[in-house]
């Protein structure tokens, strides 16, 4: 064509170079063979887990780990019991005679924990959530249903008062509806969780039990420090106390107060052995002087004490208290 030039030199391309492999799990340096080692450290339940598998078995020990901080000893495992019991029973099974099984050992740990006298709120919270769930014929596990099969049931219709009126007064039957749920959603069935998922759910649980502690619930934090969860916790139920309306009972509001006021002790008190958990401590102490209140110098000492320790920061050579700043030695 007349608009093309007469003569264009030709320039073949050149090839690019093929480029480094890159990726550390394929490259022989230091980063590589840390990771290879630490992998080869973990446990088979983690190091031959799915992601999913692995999020829903942190989010059954996170549920683990607010039980051990809400209920009493004696609660605790019987939460264990029925946290193992019940997950296994919402898996699928190879036969009705494993179902049959699974349900036996079921009703096994809700008679346990009918038989337990509750030690505090949490305790009775937990103890009515489970009630709740079989008032409203909802999964064993959880979640709660959302809408009643019948209107006119009186049963149906007191298990979700009773779960409308106990769900703000403590953090446990939230965290288990969302476990329950989040089970649902990864098993994309609405018959029974896959074996995969309700597998690392109860796994979760009876290595909680065989352990007789959270640290070994945690398939991937083992020891972690609680601090930032306690001040999370407390923070949810200010919130509520901040945004009450009338479906707060005074009753309600009270117990949320002494729940705060609880975890405000455990919080300050309790040493912290990581910097999020120190961050945690000092973080309460700023929020406390926000809410109007004079902050506790016992409670900040503790926290500088744990800001050097941890972190190597602050100082208590200026405090006014000679206790306060023997407390540096």
């Known amino acids: 064509m007349a608009t093309q030039p007469l003569y264009q030199s030709y320039n ?6 093929p480029k480094p492999d890159s990726c550390v799990g394929a490259s022989k340096g230091a980063a590589a063979v840390a990771v290879n080692r630490a992998v080869a ?11 999913d598998e692995i999020t829903i078995a942190e989010q059954a020990a996170a549920a683990i780990r607010q039980a051990h901080l809400s209920l009493t000893p004696a609660y605790v495992s019987a939460f264990l019991k029925w946290g193992a019991a019940a997950s296994a029973l919402a898996t699928e099974s190879a036969s009705d005679q494993e179902s049959s099984e699974r349900l036996d050992v079921l009703l096994e740990s809700m008679d346990t924990l009918s038989e337990t006298p509750s030690g505090n709120l949490a305790d009775l919270v937990f103890k009515t959530y489970v009630l709740a769930l079989e008032a409203t014929d909802s999964s064993c596990f959880g979640p ?12 149906e219709n007191l298990g979700y008062a009773a779960y409308r009126d106990i769900r703000n007064l403590d953090p446990l039957p939230a965290m288990l509806d969302q476990l329950g749920a989040a089970g649902w959603r990864l098993s994309t069935s609405t018959v029974a969780y896959t074996r995969s998922i309700g597998d690392a759910i109860t796994g979760a649980f009876t290595r909680a039990i065989a352990g007789a502690g959270e640290a070994n619930a945690d398939i991937g934090h083992f020891g972690a420090d609680p601090h930032a969860a306690w001040l999370a916790d407390r923070n949810r139920a200010q919130a509520t106390i901040n945004a009450a309306d009338e479906t707060l009972t005074d009753e309600a509001a009270d117990a949320l107060s002494t729940y705060t006021v609880k975890r405000d002790l455990e919080i300050s ?8 958990g120190v961050l945690a401590k000092l973080a309460l102490i700023a929020q406390i002087s926000l809410e ?21 920061v602050g100082s208590l050579a200026g405090a006014v208290e000679e206790r306060h700043r023997d407390m540096a030695a």
């Not at 709660?144 to 099969?149: A, G």
């Not at 008190?269 to 999020?276: E, Q, S, W």
């Open 12 to 17: 073949p391309p050149v090839p690019f170079p």
């Open 41 to 51: 450290k973990l446990p088979p339940v983690v190091r031959d887990a799915t992601l």
């Open 144 to 155: 709660m249903r959302e809408t009643s099969r019948d209107e006119d049931s009186l049963v």
């Open 269 to 276: 008190k309790t040493p912290a052995t990581t910097r999020d």
């Open 292 to 312: 109007g209140w004079e902050p506790n110098m016992d409670w900040c000492a503790s926290a500088l004490v744990d800001a050097q320790r941890v972190a190597g």
